[in-house]
């Protein structure tokens, strides 16, 4: 690392969408749900380093690089470009900006103009910058990217260029301009696996040989090893574990993380992996409030420090809750296998349906409370009943620890035991009705 | 795992198109046993697709089998007419997970109804029989019976992936051919899916014909594996004896491209170019053109396919170097030959 400046600091950056509204809402003027897309994320990027974004399909990844390059506007926080905001930037350090920090998209296919010639498409970002000597530059860049000898590429049309060139057309094309920083969107995710190896460790030089850095997102743990140092992984809009890469692949902290790398296939029919064992698929990322972003899934979640209950069980009674909270519990299917009318039966028929594990104790009769206001229809009374119980620390605190030098982890499971009790403590004082939940932790995080 | 229950002998598939018949499918030749696991796996435009659906003879129509057999329990199957297919073959004895299987659910019909249309045409089931089936089907990949009559738009993206396994289970089929099911999907969902794919093989009985591109899935879940190459299979075995003793030029080279979670640092192997599109007869080697060690007699005739002769009878590869290949590549990427990485990318300007 040099002692100059990062070329790239992200702070605190949010970009949240506005979700659909349909009539009723507009009538009631209410306000539209914000898509917490990226939600508050930060890391800077020094010179000549790459760094991986890895993440699930939706955990805001593809967001984040098109905020980066300006194509969104920035909801909160903001992005510093060697020194300067881009929230200061006049026209012409737009300009200056979109030059020095290059795109990589991830489907090669499209991503190049069909009707020019690869010598066209390299050619076009040196006119529209105003810069001479094309033809050499052109020839330059093609001998970087390995697309020798020039000629025979020079006037070819992408129809006529397999997969693997045409992305290093798009690499070449990334590079001409000389920038500082590319950011890659899955770069090889498109490309059959015999020339995937290729185009990485093709990237990979060029970033040592030319002085770039590197974000590259991805959703492939597997391969980031050959690209980068430094790997971020990303849920629902923030960074849930951010590491050296070897490290972290040998030893993720974060569940999430664990999930992810236990996840991938090992190419050895000897090896004997374990599968998997969590399920379901992100939720949106609207109101997710202040806590842990993969607590609806995660099967270490924490439950309050004074109540004896099984993990999995505990599991269940939070993701129902949280069904609850997001209007899904389908109350009325249930009420049509239960033919007998009768409030009991439909407790019992609820309790059929989404609980396997058995609960006792003052956590069944809470449980069982709960389910009667429920099945008389006061829902409101159902969740506050299971929150005043059963709320886990990991949904009120947003948790993040430095576990190691460089190894930021945002998990309650890595914190000290002490921020863990003084959390755990506060999080039964969620009284409030239901909406105000996320604003109440927040201030509530702030109070601490 | 015991008798055939699918075998296909000697198999090419051609398409007709404007410039002559394309090959898909040259001699190809594969068993499987019942109760077996068995993965086809090759690169995009491999022609594993077309061999699918040659078996259920669900070819385009500019698609034929132009020589060949597909038998099924012993019986010949490749002539049988559509309707035939239909009422023995399709479903109850063969069915079918397709690519881009997220998709494949209408969204208009409750999961039941597409399970009654399904039995329906392939059974003489009644309504209420076909239900219980769904119903038990569904018991098996984890999820609530009382769910059958929902829509597909109730379901959250995996647990649609665990109803279409079950609309390809529920009647019974002996062999499943699943072609590319969690393409496209992030690894945690790909790994729930293959959970409920493994315990079909625990609790039914099931034969599985898995295409994909990805051979560490292969590896992973399935007895034994084919790997081809532009119409040609190139190597097919035991998973254990291909991966512990591959002998193709491109099965090896195949097999070191894929990363492994274990050796991130592992030099990974490039295949130069793309498999060829190829027109009349294939008498050749079709990875000639891309193999590092390709002599002259490999353009001179299609490779016959032998034994390798290791503890797997079933271990049979097409390549006429196939000793001085393997050694080859053996001496060359050796632990202590730094020179491994360079070689890789030396080789690695791409030839069309």
Same mark, same amino acid.
């Given at each position: 690392?040099?002692?100059?400046?990062?070329?790239?600091?992200?702070?605190?950056?949010?970009?949240?969408?506005?979700?659909?509204?349909?009539?009723?809402?507009?009538?009631?003027?209410?306000?539209?749900?914000?898509?917490?897309?990226?939600?508050?994320?930060?890391?800077?990027?020094?010179?000549?380093?790459?760094?991986?974004?890895?993440?699930?399909?939706?955990?805001?990844?593809?967001?984040?690089?098109?905020?980066?390059?300006?194509?969104?506007?920035?909801?909160?926080?903001?992005?510093?470009?060697?020194?300067?905001?881009?929230?200061?930037?006049?026209?012409?350090?737009?300009?200056?900006?979109?030059?020095?920090?290059?795109?990589?998209?991830?489907?090669?296919?499209?991503?190049?103009?069909?009707?020019?010639?690869?010598?066209?498409?390299?050619?076009?970002?040196?006119?529209?910058?105003?810069?001479?000597?094309?033809?050499?530059?052109?020839?330059?860049?093609?001998?970087?990217?390995?697309?020798?000898?020039?000629?025979?590429?020079?006037?070819?049309?992408?129809?006529?260029?397999?997969?693997?060139?045409?992305?290093?057309?798009?690499?070449?094309?990334?590079?001409?301009?000389?920038?500082?920083?590319?950011?890659?969107?899955?770069?090889?995710?498109?490309?059959?696996?015999?020339?995937?190896?290729?185009?990485?460790?093709?990237?990979?030089?060029?970033?040592?040989?030319?002085?770039?850095?590197?974000?590259?997102?991805?959703?492939?743990?597997?391969?980031?090893?050959?690209?980068?140092?430094?790997?971020?992984?990303?849920?629902?809009?923030?960074?849930?574990?951010?590491?050296?890469?070897?490290?972290?692949?040998?030893?993720?902290?974060?569940?999430?993380?664990?999930?992810?790398?236990?996840?991938?296939?090992?190419?050895?029919?000897?090896?004997?992996?374990?599968?998997?064992?969590?399920?379901?698929?992100?939720?949106?990322?609207?109101?997710?409030?202040?806590?842990?972003?993969?607590?609806?899934?995660?099967?270490?979640?924490?439950?309050?420090?004074?109540?004896?209950?099984?993990?999995?069980?505990?599991?269940?009674?939070?993701?129902?809750?949280?069904?609850?909270?997001?209007?899904?519990?389908?109350?009325?299917?249930?009420?049509?296998?239960?033919?007998?009318?009768?409030?009991?039966?439909?407790?019992?028929?609820?309790?059929?349906?989404?609980?396997?594990?058995?609960?006792?104790?003052?956590?069944?009769?809470?449980?069982?409370?709960?389910?009667?206001?429920?099945?008389?229809?006061?829902?409101?009374?159902?969740?506050?009943?299971?929150?005043?119980?059963?709320?886990?620390?990991?949904?009120?605190?947003?948790?993040?620890?430095?576990?190691?030098?460089?190894?930021?982890?945002?998990?309650?499971?890595?914190?000290?035991?002490?921020?863990?009790?003084?959390?755990?403590?506060?999080?039964?004082?969620?009284?409030?009705?239901?909406?105000?939940?996320?604003?109440?932790?927040?201030?509530?995080?702030?109070?601490? | 795992?015991?008798?055939?229950?699918?075998?296909?002998?000697?198999?090419?598939?051609?398409?007709?198109?404007?410039?002559?018949?394309?090959?898909?499918?040259?001699?190809?030749?594969?068993?499987?046993?019942?109760?077996?696991?068995?993965?086809?796996?090759?690169?995009?435009?491999?022609?594993?697709?077309?061999?699918?659906?040659?078996?259920?003879?669900?070819?385009?129509?500019?698609?034929?089998?132009?020589?060949?057999?597909?038998?099924?329990?012993?019986?010949?199957?490749?002539?049988?007419?559509?309707?035939?297919?239909?009422?023995?073959?399709?479903?109850?004895?063969?069915?079918?997970?397709?690519?881009?299987?997220?998709?494949?659910?209408?969204?208009?019909?409750?999961?039941?109804?597409?399970?009654?249309?399904?039995?329906?045409?392939?059974?003489?089931?009644?309504?209420?029989?076909?239900?219980?089936?769904?119903?038990?089907?569904?018991?098996?990949?984890?999820?609530?019976?009382?769910?059958?009559?929902?829509?597909?738009?109730?379901?959250?993206?995996?647990?649609?992936? /665990?109803?279409?396994?079950?609309?390809?289970?529920?009647?019974?089929?002996?062999?499943?051919?699943?072609?590319?099911?969690?393409?496209?999907?992030?690894?945690?969902?790909?790994?729930?899916?293959?959970?409920?794919?493994?315990?079909?093989?625990?609790?039914?009985?099931?034969?599985?014909?898995?295409?994909?591109?990805?051979?560490?899935?292969?590896?992973?879940?399935?007895?034994?594996?084919?790997?081809?190459?532009?119409?040609?299979?190139?190597?097919?075995?035991?998973?254990?004896?291909?991966?512990?003793?591959?002998?193709?030029?491109?099965?090896?080279?195949?097999?070191?491209?894929?990363?492994?979670?274990?050796?991130?640092? /592992?030099?990974?192997?490039?295949?130069?170019?793309?498999?060829?599109?190829?027109?009349?007869?294939?008498?050749?080697?079709?990875?000639?053109?891309?193999?590092?060690?390709?002599?002259?007699?490999?353009?001179?005739?299609?490779?016959?396919?032998?034994?390798?002769?290791?503890?797997?009878?079933?271990?049979?590869?097409?390549?006429?170097?196939?000793?001085?290949?393997?050694?080859?590549?053996?001496?060359?990427?050796?632990?202590?030959?730094?020179?491994?990485?360079?070689?890789?990318?030396?080789?690695?300007?791409?030839?069309?």
């Amino acid at each position: 690392m040099s002692t100059n400046q990062p070329v790239l600091e992200i702070k605190n950056l949010k970009k949240y969408f506005e979700g659909n509204t349909d009539i009723v809402d507009m009538i009631m003027r209410r306000e539209p749900p914000q898509i917490q897309a990226v939600d508050g994320v930060s890391m800077t990027l020094e010179e000549n380093e790459s760094v991986a974004v890895i993440g699930e399909s939706g955990c805001g990844k593809s967001t984040l690089l098109r905020t980066l390059i300006g194509l969104h506007d920035i909801s909160a926080g903001d992005i510093v470009y060697k020194g300067t905001p881009v929230s200061e930037f006049d026209k012409a350090d737009w300009k200056e900006y979109r030059r020095n920090v290059q795109v990589i998209f991830q489907d090669p296919f499209n991503s190049l103009n069909p009707k020019m010639t690869v010598r066209e498409s390299l050619a076009e970002p040196l006119d529209i910058h105003g810069i001479g000597n094309k033809e050499e530059r052109v020839r330059e860049v093609l001998e970087q990217v390995e697309l020798q000898p020039a000629e025979k590429y020079l006037n070819r049309k992408p129809t006529n260029l397999s997969g693997g060139e045409k992305q290093r057309v798009s690499i070449g094309r990334a590079l001409i301009l000389d920038p500082d920083v590319i950011l890659a969107d899955e770069p090889v995710s498109m490309l059959d696996v015999s020339t995937q190896a290729a185009v990485l460790t093709k990237m990979k030089e060029l970033i040592s040989d030319f002085d770039v850095s590197m974000i590259y997102i991805s959703h492939d743990l597997s391969t980031v090893s050959y690209i980068a140092e430094t790997v971020k992984v990303m849920y629902l809009g923030r960074f849930v574990e951010s590491a050296p890469t070897k490290r972290l692949l040998e030893d993720p902290k974060h569940p999430y993380t664990e999930a992810l790398v236990s996840a991938i296939p090992v190419p050895d029919p000897t090896y004997d992996r374990e599968r998997t064992e969590m399920s379901g698929a992100p939720r949106d990322p609207i109101d997710i409030g202040e806590g842990c972003r993969f607590r609806d899934r995660c099967p270490e979640v924490i439950p309050p420090d004074d109540i004896d209950i099984d993990q999995q069980a505990y599991r269940e009674v939070m993701s129902f809750r949280e069904f609850l909270e997001r209007e899904e519990v389908g109350l009325e299917r249930i009420e049509k296998i239960v033919e007998v009318n009768e409030r009991s039966a439909l407790v019992d028929a609820i309790q059929r349906e989404y609980f396997d594990h058995e609960l006792t104790g003052k956590n069944e009769s809470t449980l069982r409370s709960a389910l009667t206001s429920l099945a008389d229809g006061n829902e409101d009374l159902a969740i506050e009943r299971l929150r005043e119980r059963f709320e886990s620390v990991c949904e009120t605190t947003p948790p993040e620890v430095e576990a190691e030098p460089e190894w930021h982890v945002a998990c309650h499971h890595h914190t000290g035991t002490d921020r863990r009790t003084v959390a755990g403590g506060g999080g039964t004082n969620a009284t409030d009705d239901s909406g105000s939940d996320a604003t109440g932790s927040v201030a509530h995080a702030e109070n601490q | 795992m015991s008798d055939p229950l699918l075998e296909v002998d000697d198999l090419t598939v051609q398409y007709e198109t404007d410039s002559g018949m394309l090959t898909a499918t040259s001699n190809a030749s594969f068993t499987i046993s019942e109760g077996e696991f068995f993965g086809l796996a090759g690169e995009s435009g491999s022609g594993k697709s077309t061999l699918a659906k040659a078996i259920i003879g669900g070819l385009d129509d500019n698609g034929q089998i132009s020589s060949g057999t597909i038998k099924y329990r012993g019986e010949e199957i490749q002539d049988l007419s559509d309707t035939e297919l239909s009422q023995r073959i399709r479903w109850k004895e063969i069915s079918w997970i397709p690519q881009g299987a997220m998709s494949s659910l209408d969204p208009l019909q409750r999961v039941s109804e597409q399970a009654l249309e399904i039995g329906n045409v392939h059974t003489d089931l009644t309504d209420e029989e076909i239900r219980d089936k769904l119903k038990e089907t569904f018991d098996i990949v984890g999820l609530q019976e009382s769910r059958i009559d929902d829509y597909p738009h109730q379901f959250s993206g995996g647990m649609q992936q /665990r109803a279409i396994i079950a609309l390809a289970l529920f009647l019974e089929p002996e062999l499943v051919i699943a072609d590319e099911p969690t393409t496209a999907l992030d690894v945690i969902m790909q790994d729930q899916i293959f959970k409920y794919l493994d315990r079909l093989k625990d609790e039914l009985d099931v034969s599985l014909l898995l295409i994909t591109h990805d051979i560490s899935v292969i590896f992973e879940s399935c007895d034994s594996v084919a790997i081809m190459h532009a119409s040609q299979i190139a190597e097919r075995g035991t998973t254990d004896a291909v991966h512990a003793n591959p002998r193709h030029p491109y099965a090896f080279m195949f097999k070191e491209a894929f990363p492994d979670i274990r050796e991130p640092k /592992r030099e990974l192997e490039v295949i130069e170019g793309h498999p060829p599109e190829l027109m009349g007869d294939v008498d050749f080697c079709s990875f000639a053109d891309r193999c590092p060690w390709a002599a002259p007699e490999c353009r001179a005739g299609a490779p016959p396919t032998e034994s390798v002769g290791d503890d797997d009878p079933s271990h049979m590869t097409a390549c006429v170097r196939k000793e001085e290949a393997y050694e080859m590549y053996q001496s060359d990427t050796s632990p202590s030959d730094d020179g491994g990485g360079a070689q890789s990318i030396a080789r690695m300007g791409e030839v069309d």
